[in-house]
Each structure stands twice: as structure tokens, then as C-alpha cells.
């Protein structure tokens, strides 16, 4: 198959059919048959009622994290469903606890801030956090993180792909050097799992989150969390509930006996709607390949980038292809309201501050989307088509 026949799928997401959809780095594209798997988790509430938990529920966790593991290369049993990133770490982290000698978590100034805030509010537990700052262009250069890497960590948390530039971080030396101080590493692939291969066995990192609501196309609330096989079994959670219970239907009140897979990291009822909603996402991807979706991938971003250059937006995207992973930030003047009528015109995109409007084509995408909103931008700066006193009309950018 030609790497074009991806266009075919386009059918599959009807969104596609009146806008030039281009966030999938925000949410992806929602299948048309998430709406069939929503009316049947309906269906199934009406008709089997609580018999569902038996029937499905209970372990439909276990389900989606083994679908999940595909995607990334963890084994069977190795991935817990959470509903959200920073929920997902801050479970990683309760396996955790500061000690007076190793108490230091480092992370990215360039990681999602969500994940910072709660490294944050970790402080007052007694951890200490380190941020390895940024350079100009958003980038984290490696032997920082390695610099501020030393006895006294406990936690490494850092991007695989950067938010904000979709820069590809190598974590392989950063996996090293916490290992050989016996620090831990964990590796947020929001921006990765879905667009670029990933093989987390292969990166030996002990935990992996990310989550279906960006390039999975599942919609929220089905993050996860990916732990090193063997040490899973050596973890014991603060941060828990019933689902991680051996025999939960005992109702015992002593202390948790925890399960030998994954399920041991969740706490209490899932999120079940959004499973749902994540399944026919995850079987797409599944469909269509990581490698496929990667090469088409790299096609598109590198003709955004073309056109950038063409047009004259500065853009802080990595020139060197194998550092780039789904996006390509283009930043021209008055960027956020540029993207602002870019979106009233059905071309969807978002805009990050320093950085300016994220464009982000999936394998649903074709190469004349990207040269018609290119187009579209140009127009529209070169214009000065869009009112920037007109009040915002809502915090989300
Ligand atoms: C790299 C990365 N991590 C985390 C998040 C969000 O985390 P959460 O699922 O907690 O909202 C995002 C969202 O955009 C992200 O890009």
C-alpha cells in the first residue's frame, strides 16, 4: 500500500468532511465509530444494567491498557488506565516516598506545566523539585538533564516529545545516568505514543504515560500509565483504591492486597464512558500502523515547514527530521490572533504562547489541507484579517 492510501481513512472522521483539521497534538479527530461504541456502553447500561460489571466492566481496564501496550511496545498487564496525565503521575509518583538522602524529582521547564504543578504541590510532602531550564527555542539540551541528575534523586520526569516544538527528547542517556544513581525515570509520551514509534522495552524507561485524547483519537478521560514490568510487582501505591484489590468483592478493611498486573496501580470505578469512546480510536491506529503514520507524518511536516519558510514565519520546529515529531509551530505576527481566524475559517489549530500556532496533520490529513491553510495563514496575516481588540472569547487557546 502506498503511503497516500492513508487518505482513505478520512472517511472514517466526519469532521473531516467541512474542516481542515489540524490539532490532532490537542484532540484528535473523533472516529464516526466512537459514536456506535458510545451507544453501545449506553445499550449496555440500559439492557445488562449492573450485570456489565461482570459481564465487561470490571476489567475493561485491563482491556484498554493491553491495547494501549501495543501501541508502545509494554507487555500484557503492564499498562493502567487513569483519566488523565497528571493523575497517571502523580500514581507513579505515590509509589515514591522522599527520604532525607533522595528526595529530588527533576523535570523540563519545557514539560506540560500540569505535571510541574503537581511536582509542586509535592513539596510540601518533603520532595524537592529541580527544573532543567529551557533554551531559547524551548529545547532542553540533554547534558543539563544529566547535570542535574545526582544521589539524591529519586524521580526523572521528562517529555518524550516537547509540547510546545514537538522536539524529540533522547531519553536513552538520561535513562543511564538515573539508573546508575538507582533513580527512576519516567517519560510523559502525550506528545509521542500514536505519531512516532515508540518502543518503551527498548527505551528502558520504568514508567510511560500518555493518554487516547490527542494522536489516539479516543477522546478524554483515558490516560495511562505504563510501568516496567518488573518492578510493577515491587510497587505499592499511596495513591490507591478497590480496583487494585485482589479480591475487591471481600470488602476487607485490612491493608490492600494488591493484584499482580497493571490494576494494581488504579484506585477506584473508571471512567467507563470514556473507554468507550477510545476504543474504535485505538483500533484505527492499530490498523494503520505507528510506522505508516510516521512517514506520512514526516512528509507533512517537513512541507509546513516548507511553506513556513516560503511565507517567512519564523518557526522553532527542528530541522533535522528525526527530532520532529508531529508538529510544526509557525509563530507570525499578532500568532494568537492569526489562529483565532484561522479556527473561524474551519481551520483548526491552536496557538501556544512563545511559540505561536501548533499545526499538527495526522495520517487523515492530505497535502492539499496543508497547502490551503498555508495559504490561508498568509492571507490572513498579510491582510491583517482578523480584530485584535475583539475580546477573547474564552480562556482555551
Ligand atoms: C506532553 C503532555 N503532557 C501532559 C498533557 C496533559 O495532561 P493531562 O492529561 O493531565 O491533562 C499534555 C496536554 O496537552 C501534554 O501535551
Redesign the pocket.
Known amino acids: 500500500m502506498n503511503i497516500d492510501d492513508l487518505d482513505l481513512w478520512r472517511r472514517e472522521f466526519p469532521i473531516l468532511e467541512h474542516t481542515v483539521y489540524m490539532i490532532s497534538?490537542?484532540l484528535g479527530a473523533m472516529p464516526a465509530a466512537a459514536a456506535d461504541s458510545l451507544a453501545d456502553y449506553a445499550r449496555t447500561w440500559a439492557t445488562r444494567g449492573v450485570r456489565a460489571w461482570e459481564e465487561r466492566w470490571w476489567e475493561m481496564s485491563r482491556e484498554i491498557g493491553d491495547k494501549l501496550g501495543a501501541v508502545i511496545g509494554a507487555p500484557a498487564g503492564s499498562v493502567s488506565v487513569h483519566?488523565?496525565?497528571?493523575?497517571?503521575?502523580a500514581v507513579a509518583l505515590s509509589c515514591l516516598q522522599p527520604r532525607p538522602d533522595r528526595n529530588r524529582i527533576v523535570c523540563l521547564a519545557s514539560?506540560?506545566p500540569?505535571?510541574i504543578y503537581l511536582f509542586h504541590a509535592m513539596e510540601s510532602l518533603g520532595w524537592v523539585l529541580t527544573i532543567v531550564p529551557a533554551e531559547a527555542d524551548f529545547s532542553v539540551r540533554v547534558d543539563r538533564v544529566l547535570d542535574a541528575i545526582d544521589e539524591r534523586t529519586a524521580l526523572v520526569a521528562l517529555?518524550?516529545?516537547?509540547?510546545k516544538t514537538s522536539y524529540i527528547m533522547d531519553p536513552a542517556p538520561v535513562v543511564a545516568a538515573a539508573h546508575e544513581v538507582g533513580a527512576l525515570v519516567l517519560l510523559?509520551?502525550?506528545?509521542s505514543a500514536g505519531i512516532i514509534p515508540v518502543d518503551i522495552e527498548a527505551l528502558g524507561v520504568d514508567f510511560f504515560?500518555?493518554?487516547c485524547?490527542?494522536w489516539l483519537c479516543g477522546g478524554p478521560g483515558a490516560?495511562f500509565l505504563a510501568t516496567r514490568p518488573d518492578l510493577l510487582r515491587t510497587l505499592r501505591p499511596h495513591l490507591t483504591g478497590w480496583l487494585a484489590h485482589r479480591a475487591p468483592f471481600a470488602f476487607d478493611i485490612g491493608a490492600l492486597d494488591p493484584r499482580d498486573d497493571a490494576m494494581r496501580m488504579m484506585g477506584g470505578t473508571p471512567s467507563i464512558p470514556a473507554y468507550y469512546a477510545a476504543l474504535p480510536g485505538l483500533d484505527i491506529i492499530k490498523a494503520v500502523g505507528v510506522d505508516r503514520i510516521r512517514a506520512k507524518s514526516k512528509r507533512m511536516t517537513a512541507r509546513v515547514l516548507e511553506l513556513a519558510d516560503k511565507y517567512g514565519f519564523p518557526s522553532v520546529a527542528s530541522r533535522d527530521p528525526e527530532r520532529l515529531a508531529g508538529t510544526v509551530a509557525v509563530n507570525p505576527p499578532d500568532a494568537l490572533h492569526v489562529s483565532r481566524a484561522l479556527k473561524a475559517r474551519d481551520f483548526l489549530v491552536d496557538y501556544r504562547p512563545g511559540v505561536g500556532i501548533r499545526i499538527s496533520p495526522h495520517f487523515y490529513n492530505t497535502m492539499d489541507e496543508i497547502d490551503r491553510l498555508m495559504a490561508d495563514l498568509a492571507h490572513i496575516v498579510e491582510h491583517k484579517a482578523y480584530d485584535r481588540d475583539a475580546p477573547s472569547p474564552s480562556v482555551v487557546t
Do not use: E, I, P, R
Open positions: 497534538n490537542s483519566a488523565n496525565v497528571t493523575t497517571a503521575t514539560d506540560f500540569s505535571t517529555s518524550h516529545v516537547l509540547f510523559d509520551g502525550y506528545q504515560t500518555g493518554g485524547l490527542k490516560a
